[in-house]
């Protein structure tokens, strides 16, 4: 089976996209040309901030989308390698 990686890129607008694939140099290069998905091509440039490397495709998009699920602040724990914090971010705190 194919190697994948689920990756996070940053849009002009500041926001985050979560994608999967294949070919991670290939894809950045469709989402720079404005061909990699509906949501980066009216966001560009975007930036790639944080990836992880996984030994099976199925595995990235199963991890990309756990990782869409998440609030921002979760995935700039993740980003920054702060993974003692994703539980407590993960935790909704009603007031």
């Not at 999967?20 to 290939?26: F, G, H, Q, V």
């Not at 040309?33 to 099976?56: D, H, I, W």
């Not at 595995?59 to 756990?66: G, L, S, V």
Request: some cysteine; charged content about 35%.
């Amino acid at each position: 089976m194919t190697k994948g990686y689920m990756y996070i890129l940053r849009c002009f607008d500041n926001s985050y996209y979560v994608g999967s694939t294949k070919d991670l140099e290939r894809r950045l290069r469709q989402h720079q040309e404005g061909k990699g998905a509906m949501y980066t091509a009216r966001r560009l440039p975007v930036e790639l901030l944080y990836y992880e490397e996984y030994s099976r495709i199925d595995e990235a998009f199963y991890r990309e989308k756990q990782v869409q699920g998440w609030s921002r602040k979760k995935r700039e724990a993740l980003m920054h390698g702060e993974a003692y914090l994703l539980p407590k971010l993960a935790k909704k705190i009603f007031k």
